[in-house]
């Protein structure tokens, strides 16, 4: 592991696979930490030609933790996602994509191919629109445009990501079937969570770190987030969109938009997915994302060849 301070936040981030592997980057969801997947779904990638570079978000994981920010109020937030003006927060998702930007800097590259996930998916629409020069693809998954008028969770999403969470420093295994109930409600139909997998992942999660109030902050950002779709419209990277159809969290509907809106984006929607990747699915998505990268290049080559007088 390694960190990068920028603009007064600290962030944790690591590098998987060869230095000679074409860059991609990996944001996580709300509240996720740089090992949310397992290491299979990089060595997939890996594997696939791609150096991985995942990083902590802020007030996740190893990253700073702004302890001394304001925490908006829960139902306020919620409110908001239902169309109430949002509260004040004390900082963006624009400035968590140039968090972003900042372990590229660090990592000392210049283009990369961008992945992000679920509030990581609107991290990395708002890198490839505000840092185009440094994006060679996007990949948005489980996400959304932003748009106010598309399908809310479901009420039992909601109830998840807004329930009160049992301490785990004062009861680990109450916290633990708790998370353990909260993953079912948000997994996939047609790929059941291994019991033991998901307790180990969730144990090995909370043991390196745990913030329920910068999980607030980073929901308060996302509350607070402008539609993207006029800044989707304007992208000219080659783009692509996946999404199951079973997403309880961030609708089908969210995806199909996200895909409709950004010129030429592939759309791969995954039947029996929920709002989590299963591991019966990393090759599909790596293969995807690498088919993904051929294209940016082409794109390149194209462009180089028109602008040198060769096509």
Same mark, same amino acid.
């Given at each position: 592991?390694?960190?990068?301070?920028?603009?007064? $936040?600290?962030?944790?981030?690591?590098?998987?696979?060869?230095?000679?592997?074409?860059?991609?980057?990996?944001?996580?969801?709300?509240?996720?930490?740089?090992?949310?997947?397992?290491?299979?779904?990089?060595?997939?990638? *890996?594997?696939?030609? #791609?150096?991985? $570079?995942?990083?902590?978000?802020?007030?996740?994981?190893?990253? =700073? /933790? @702004?302890?001394?920010? @304001?925490?908006?109020?829960?139902?306020?937030?919620?409110?908001?996602?239902?169309?109430?003006?949002?509260?004040?927060?004390?900082?963006?998702?624009?400035?968590?994509?140039?968090?972003? &930007?900042? *372990?590229?800097?660090?990592?000392?590259?210049?283009?990369?191919? *961008?992945?992000?996930?679920?509030?990581?998916?609107? $991290?990395?629409?708002?890198?490839?629109?505000?840092?185009? /020069?440094?994006? @060679?693809?996007?990949?948005?998954?489980?996400?959304?445009?932003?748009?106010?008028?598309?399908?809310?969770?479901?009420?039992?999403?909601?109830? &998840?990501? =807004?329930?009160?969470?049992?301490?785990?420093?004062?009861?680990?295994?109450?916290?633990?079937?708790?998370?353990?109930?909260?993953?079912?409600?948000?997994?996939?139909?047609?790929?059941? /969570?291994?019991?033991?997998?998901?307790?180990?992942?969730?144990?090995?999660? *909370?043991?390196?770190?745990?913030?329920?109030?910068?999980?607030?902050?980073?929901?308060?950002?996302?509350?607070?987030?402008?539609?993207?779709?006029?800044?989707?419209?304007?992208?000219?990277?080659?783009?692509?969109?996946?999404?199951? =159809?079973?997403?309880?969290?961030?609708? #089908?509907?969210?995806?199909?938009?996200?895909?409709?809106?950004?010129?030429?984006?592939?759309?791969?929607?995954?039947?029996?997915?929920?709002?989590?990747?299963?591991?019966?699915?990393?090759?599909?998505?790596?293969?995807?994302?690498?088919?993904?990268?051929?294209?940016?290049?082409?794109?390149?080559?194209?462009?180089?060849? =028109? &602008?040198?007088?060769? &096509?």
């Amino acid at each position: 592991m390694s960190t990068v301070t920028a603009h007064g $936040i600290r962030l944790e981030y690591d590098v998987i696979g060869p230095a000679s592997g074409e860059p991609l980057l990996v944001v996580q969801g709300l509240g996720d930490q740089l090992t949310k997947w397992d290491d299979g779904f990089p060595q997939e990638l *890996v594997a696939r030609g #791609f150096q991985v $570079i995942r990083f902590d978000n802020r007030d996740a994981g190893l990253s =700073t /933790h @702004l302890d001394d920010a @304001l925490v908006p109020d829960l139902g306020l937030v919620t409110a908001a996602a239902a169309g109430a003006p949002p509260p004040a927060v004390p900082y963006t998702l624009d400035d968590m994509a140039r968090d972003a &930007v900042a *372990v590229l800097d660090a990592v000392g590259v210049d283009r990369v191919h *961008v992945l992000g996930a679920s509030m990581g998916g609107m $991290i990395a629409q708002l890198v490839a629109a505000h840092h185009a /020069h440094r994006v @060679l693809s996007l990949t948005s998954m489980m996400s959304t445009t932003g748009n106010p008028a598309l399908p809310l969770p479901t009420p039992q999403a909601m109830a &998840v990501l =807004t329930a009160d969470a049992p301490d785990p420093r004062a009861d680990e295994e109450a916290w633990l079937e708790h998370s353990v109930a909260c993953a079912r409600v948000l997994g996939s139909p047609g790929y059941p /969570h291994d019991e033991q997998r998901l307790r180990s992942a969730l144990l090995a999660a *909370v043991r390196r770190a745990h913030n329920p109030a910068g999980f607030i902050r980073q929901l308060a950002a996302i509350s607070a987030a402008s539609d993207r779709r006029a800044l989707l419209r304007k992208l000219a990277v080659a783009a692509l969109v996946v999404h199951g =159809t079973d997403d309880p969290l961030l609708p #089908f509907a969210g995806g199909q938009e996200t895909a409709d809106t950004i010129p030429g984006a592939a759309f791969l929607p995954l039947a029996g997915m929920g709002h989590h990747l299963p591991p019966q699915l990393y090759e599909t998505l790596a293969d995807a994302v690498a088919a993904l990268a051929a294209q940016a290049w082409e794109r390149r080559l194209f462009s180089a060849g =028109t &602008v040198n007088g060769t &096509v």
